[in-house]
Each structure stands twice: as C-alpha cells, then as structure tokens.
C-alpha cells in the first residue's frame, strides 16, 4: 500500500519555525512566571462572577425578550433615531438660554412641531406599555 506523499507531514521543521514555537513557549513561560497567586485568584474571581452574571441575565425572561424584540429592524431603527436624539440634545442643551418658566413658555413650547412629536412619541409608548401591563396582569404575570 502506498501513502500520497502531498498528505504526509513533513520529516523535520526549519530553523524558522523551530524560532517560532521557541518563542511561544518563552511566552507562556513568562506569562505563567508573571502571575502570582493573587492575580491567579482575582482572575479566578472575575470569571466565576460573570458567569453568575451570564446565568442571571439569561434567566430574566424580560431581558431575554427585549434582546430578541431589539434583533428587529424596526427597533435597531428606533434605537439608532434615541441615540442621535440623545446626542443632539446633548450638544443643543447646554448652549440653549434657561427656559423661562410660565404659561407662555409653555404655549411656546405647545406650539412647536418638535414638541409636539415628542408629546405624541411618549403618548403612544405610554399606551402601549399599560396595555401590555394589563394583559400581563390578566394573565397573571
């Protein structure tokens, strides 16, 4: 029977690969050298805490189902037009004058379109959300 030689391993290693793994191996060396007993239980620490963490985050249904419902476009579209907001206002904010106060401040403000978006966004979230709370309390969740 014979073997193919383009499938057999080659008989020996160059000088460069030799060098390679050398060098891999002093690495190794120093980084377990490098690593005191502290280090060795802190990190032990760290990952034991997050893999609680991990556990806990994967049991919270809420969560669960918010990651799943933020997987949908329309969602990754809304989150993307709350953080442009969010940076918009942060820059317009501090630079804008201190809202005056009053009912005209408030007619002002009731006759922007902007706002008025806002008011309506926040409406129509608000409803949603305490319809989804009664059905989760008729259903006893």
């Known amino acids: 029977m014979t073997q193919n030689t383009a499938t057999q391993a080659p008989a020996s290693l160059d000088e460069a690969s030799i060098a390679s793994l050398v060098e891999i191996i002093n690495l190794l060396a120093s980084v377990r050298d490098a690593m005191s007993d502290e280090m060795v239980a802190r990190l032990a620490g760290a990952v034991s805490e997050g893999l609680i963490l991990l556990d806990r985050l994967t049991r919270n249904e809420g969560l669960m189902r918010l990651l799943q419902m933020l997987d949908r476009q329309e969602s990754q579209n809304m989150m993307i037009a709350l953080s442009e907001a969010i940076h918009a206002a942060s820059h ?50």
Do not use: F, N
Request: charged share 20%.
């Open 92 to 141: 317009e904010i501090p630079v804008a004058a201190p809202a005056t106060g009053g009912l005209a401040c408030m007619l002002r403000l009731a006759r922007d379109p902007g706002a008025q978006e806002g008011m309506r966004l926040l409406s129509v979230i608000g409803k949603h959300m305490s319809d989804s709370l009664r059905e989760q309390h008729r259903h006893g969740g």
